[in-house]
């Protein structure tokens, strides 16, 4: 169908990205076409991708399933035709405890639910649990974390995911200090977005906004820019998550114990009703 040579364009790099990479957030597209400069930075453009990418998963120039939208999900209730059924949903989802041979309990925090897909699929195989804040963190999630690092007794490390703004670097400051407040102190660090990757990635900045109360504090220390997680390119992002829990995981005890849950798992297949 005939459209407007701009909206061509959009659809037809769309289309590029997201034959290298899917699924993928509206967001993250967005950022991809800014960085290739067929776009501008500005609210105007975002609504004009996210209309685009509509006429195209519409037109099936694009699949449906290459955009993904993890804030609406149904809440669906589970069910089984039979035992036999739901037998076989239990023995898929046994998981040997990882964390029984490791020395350090590692979490995740990601600042934007939007993302949560990917951080879920990379963490899923280490064991490693995701907290999503969707901003500030809430004084009872924060809660619930002191009592589980409480529970574990031993070192705690936290790796943080947010923006690269003056709200998401304080998210870090209260996270720390919250925690504190249960008498938890774990050692929380900042994997992304950092100073670094805006200049080695190109990825697109804006100005900070001038409403935020933290922005002179932030300004100071790293100047008037400010990048979206969602920036970071899918593969980097991914990677970044899979080496940085690598690098801090016991991996021989943890392949252990993946043996062990292989052994266990084979004897499941044994049991019937």
Known sequence: MARHGKTQAIIDAAV?????????????VYYRLVASQVIENTISQYKAV???????????LIPWEYIEDRLRRPRAVNMWEDLQDFLQDVKRAYRRDVWQE???LLEVWLEKDALSGIFEDVLRPYGVTLNVGR??????????????????GGPVTVLY???????????????????????????IEIMAILSDDIDKYDLPPAFTKRTDTRRAGFVAKHGDRAVELDALPLPVLRERIESTVRDR?????????????????????????
């Open 50 to 60: 996210s209309g685009a990418l509509v006429q195209a998963r519409q037109e099936g």
């Open 161 to 187: 995911f947010g923006d690269f703004d003056p709200s998401g670097r304080d998210m870090v400051r209260s996270l720390g200090e919250r925690l504190g407040f249960f008498g938890t102190c774990p050692e």
């Open 102 to 104: 490791q020395g350090e």
């Open 249 to 273: 995981l016991d991996l021989d005890a943890l392949r252990l114990v993946w043996a062990q849950e292989k052994r266990d798992q084979e004897r499941l297949d044994g049991v019937t009703f």
């Open 16 to 28: 590029v990205v997201l034959s290298e990479y899917h699924p993928q957030t509206v967001r993250q």
């Open 135 to 152: 901003g500030y963190d809430s004084w009872s999630s924060i809660r619930e974390a002191a009592m589980r690092y409480e529970d574990w």
